[in-house]
Structure formats: structure tokens, C-alpha cells
């Protein structure tokens, strides 16, 4: 079983930044697409932002320009660096990894969520 730590989430000013990470348990063969998604008080699970094994990226319009999302293979961890945070950014993050653990197999993770809240 594939288990992602999350890390990172918390209370920050408007206009600040925080660096969420979601680390993968280390019976890993390889990640293939990971991605973060959010879910604010009362709305569906969105899509924040995904990166391919060969690491390119793919954001949503609304954190274009301000999130950056990366991922260190040897340490199978997913990084969302966010700046210039806007209180519409306040949500619960959760990071998803899709990969194998050896050839043949196939995974899709969900991480625990982690709090991010943006005052104004």
C-alpha cells in the first residue's frame, strides 16, 4: 500500500507564500503524473496543478504565475511552492500520485490533505 505524507499547510497572510510537500512511501517504483488538488469549505475538489514524470507542469488558470509545482524523483516527493496567496486560495490541499511499485503494477494515492488558510 502507497502511502503520502503531506506537509507544510497553515495560516499565512494575504500575499505570502508556503511551500506544501507530499512525500511518498518509499516502496516506490516509479511516479508517473502527480498532481495537488484543493477543496474550499462547501465546493467540489479542484485541480490545482500536475507535473509528468518527465516534469512538466500544467496549472490551473486561477494560481498560473503564482504556484509552482515540482518533484524530486529520488526522494518520490511532490512539491507546491505557492506565493502571492489570496484568502480564495484558503482550502484543504491534497496531493495524488499515480505510479507502480514494480513493473506491471499500478497505483493512484491520495494524500491526508493539509490546511492551507490565507487571511486577509
Known amino acids: 500500500q502507497v502511502q503520502l505524507v503531506e506537509s507544510g499547510g497553515g495560516l499565512v497572510q494575504a500575499g505570502g507564500s508556503l511551500r506544501l510537500s507530499c512525500a511518498a512511501s518509499?516502496?516506490?517504483?516509479?511516479?508517473?503524473?502527480a498532481g495537488w488538488y484543493r477543496q474550499a469549505p462547501g465546493k467540489q475538489r479542484e485541480l490545482v496543478a500536475t507535473i509528468t514524470r518527465g516534469g512538466a507542469p500544467n496549472y490551473v488558470d486561477s494560481v498560473k504565475g503564482r504556484f509552482t509545482i515540482s518533484r524530486d524523483n529520488a526522494k518520490n516527493t511532490v512539491y507546491l511552492q505557492m506565493n502571492s496567496l489570496k484568502p480564495e486560495d484558503t482550502a484543504v490541499y491534497y496531493c495524488?500520485?499515480?505510479?507502480?511499485?514494480?513493473?506491471?503494477?499500478?497505483?493512484?494515492?491520495w494524500g491526508q490533505g493539509t490546511l492551507v488558510t490565507v487571511s486577509s
Open positions: 495524488n500520485v499515480q505510479g507502480s511499485r514494480w513493473v506491471g503494477d499500478a497505483f493512484n494515492a
Open positions: 518509499r516502496n516506490i517504483f516509479t511516479i508517473n503524473t
